[in-house]
């Protein structure tokens, strides 16, 4: 028994919500499908059911039938008995007038041979089954709470046993106790049957389904296995899923995707809002690859790597500062750069913006290898340095400053370049009054400086920001506006960052990847959650351990001061 769905096609009008989806699933399949509202997904429960009111093409199969090329009474034999779903609305799904274990009696009599008695009976039995007695059963819909109503559905869904189950946001609205209590019920009901878990929930996504397809404007974007995907996701639009789902266990959440979905666009259906679109994305849409059990729609085969650090060394004089450095930093994405004082990661920022010179190895941006930092390379590379008030010049005031970089490399007119410098400010969040635009460096508080510093590094528009230590020297509330600031600018931007920072809790709020440096090493690299919460090697635990204070603090500042003394020393000698 199986469901085949091909270039499946739903219109609304002249809207298409779905255009062109495939799926395959046996029995005892569970697939999830996530997307944001609009993306087509209960349109495509609904259409597989024979209830959506748009026209299809393409097919369904199911139970060796065509369901788009069946007659009404064939499909509504096969509703209720051999598919069945549990729909969104609770309260539209029952009826108001009816008592709860009639309504579930009725969903048999329709469609079996058997007495109003006998159905009363099956009624109160599946009712028991999922946790409501009798005397629940003998109430109306308006006198159960939102978990009682959820409970009745997932009863009459199942009462005839059904091989097809579609679930269209069987969880939404209820309260953590009780979505507990329902999906350990729908892991129990879903097994040995089809089953589509329409979603915007990825908890419920991962406690239910083994594979999960990612929809966006009626098109599936990315598909794999259910653990591998959430944890590694491929496409853009799949990553800002999971950054904007607040999860006990993530790091960096809540942070959205810019932009509308937008149905019926050519091309690729997300690249209005995708950070790495090229030319053919607005043109062409992009065919379904699978590699290693993972299935992607996206022309440049998924997200790309932006930077590549490839075996960078790099000794003053018989000190090592960095050793075997290897780092990837993919578009879009922030890397934290974590380690204590003096563990090399300035240094591999500097060698990285060609303030050193590395003794082996290479850089390579957007997959060509750098030899030179030309204009070339610093418009598409900026950082922001730990002491804005050293990097702003005190001669330049606040035009001057962010002007600069745009005059270096000739971009436009003067009144073009003041433009921009006055767009930049703005997304800054800082006034663009000439009163303003007239301060020197010492007539602003630290918060401001910093955030002329960020400006200026903005100006060109770079696609990479090394960030060394941008709050460090900044107040709570101040670090907290530019960090906030950062993460905004990085969605509008579509910015990757290298985020250098000894404080883990920081790292843990701006990072979705993290890499540990240790005496100009990288010891240990990967998704920040799983590094904090499951650290490998020994002195990722010992920062993590200091970090939540399960040291003595003496303990662990010992080790880091007699190391940033060593690389003092060692550069003294070098200078």
């Known amino acids: 028994m ?11 009008g002249k809207t298409p919500i779905l255009r062109g989806v495939d799926l395959h699933l046996e029995r005892g399949d569970c697939l999830a499908l996530v997307g944001e509202s ?13 209830l959506a009111k748009g026209s299809a093409t393409g097919e369904i199969s199911f139970q060796e039938k065509n369901l788009l090329a069946i007659s009404e009474d064939e499909l509504r034999d096969l509703r209720g008995r051999k598919m069945a779903m549990v729909f969104q609305n609770v309260e539209d799904a029952l009826d108001p007038v009816q008592r709860i274990k009639d309504q579930i009696a009725e969903a048999i009599l329709v469609h079996r041979s058997i007495s109003a008695k006998n159905a009363g009976d099956e009624a109160a039995m599946h009712l ?29 869904a199942l009462v005839n046993d059904p091989d097809l189950l579609i679930l269209d946001e069987p969880t939404a609205s209820l309260d953590a ?44 974007m990315e598909m794999g296995r259910t653990e591998d995907l959430l944890r590694n996701p491929r496409h853009p639009y799949t990553r800002g899923l999971i950054r904007s789902y607040p999860a006990m266990t993530a790091t960096k959440d809540l942070q959205g995707i810019l932009g509308q979905m937008v149905h019926g666009l050519p091309g690729c259906p997300f690249h209005e809002r995708c950070t790495q679109r090229i030319d053919i994305c607005s043109r062409q849409v992009p ?10 729609a996206c022309h440049r085969g998924g997200i790309v790597p932006l930077l590549e650090i490839e075996n960078l060394s790099l000794a003053f004089g018989s000190y090592s500062a960095l050793s075997d450095v290897f780092i990837t930093l993919y578009e879009g994405e922030t890397l934290a750069l974590v380690g204590e004082s003096g563990s090399g990661k300035t240094t591999l920022s500097k060698v990285i913006m060609g303030l050193y010179e590395a003794d082996t190895g290479a850089v390579i941006l957007e997959g060509r290898r750098v030899n030179k930092r030309d204009s070339a390379f610093y418009s598409r590379v900026q950082m922001i340095f730990q002491n804005p008030k050293e990097s702003v010049s005190h001669r330049m005031n606040v035009l001057d400053a962010v002007l600069e970089p745009l005059q270096v490399q000739r971009k436009g007119s003067l009144e073009g370049q003041q433009h921009r410098a006055k767009e930049v400010l703005g997304m800054v969040e800082l006034p663009v009054e000439d009163d303003f635009l007239k301060r020197y460096p010492h007539e602003l508080s630290g918060g401001e ?12 528009g770079p696609k990479l920001l090394i960030a060394d230590e941008p709050t460090s020297a900044l107040d709570p509330s101040v670090q907290a506006k530019i960090l906030k600031l950062l993460m905004n600018l990085q969605d509008k931007m579509g910015l990757a960052m290298i985020f250098i920072t000894h404080d883990i809790a920081l790292a843990r709020k701006i990072s979705d990847r993290m890499a540990v440096m240790h005496k100009g090493r990288i010891v240990e690299v990967g998704a920040t959650n799983e590094i904090l919460s499951h650290p490998e090697h020994p002195y990722t635990r010992r920062l993590v351990d200091c970090a939540s204070g399960r040291y003595e603090k003496e303990s662990c ?17 070098y200078c």
């Open 2 to 12: 199986m469901l085949s769905i091909k270039d499946l096609k739903v219109s609304f």
């Open 38 to 50: 609009g993306a087509g997904k209960t349109t495509l429960g609904l259409t597989i059911m024979g």
């Open 128 to 156: 028991l089954c999922v946790g409501l007695n009798g005397e629940k059963g003998r109430l109306y819909p308006h006198q159960l709470s939102g978990g009682e109503k959820q409970r009745v559905l997932i009863a009459m």
């Open 177 to 220: 106790l009780t979505k507990a209590e329902i999906i350990r019920l729908f892991q129990s009901a879903i097994m040995g049957r089809i089953c589509i878990v329409i979603t915007h929930d990825l908890s419920l996504a991962a406690a239910l389904a083994e594979k999960v397809a990612v929809l966006y404007a009626g098109r599936i």
């Open 287 to 296: 065919m379904q690859l699978e590699k290693d059990g993972r299935i992607i």
């Open 449 to 460: 400086v910093q955030r002329v510093a960020i400006a200026r590094a903005l100006a060109l």
């Open 557 to 573: 500042e010992i080790e880091m001061v007699a190391e940033a003394e060593a690389e003092t020393v060692a550069l003294e000698k």
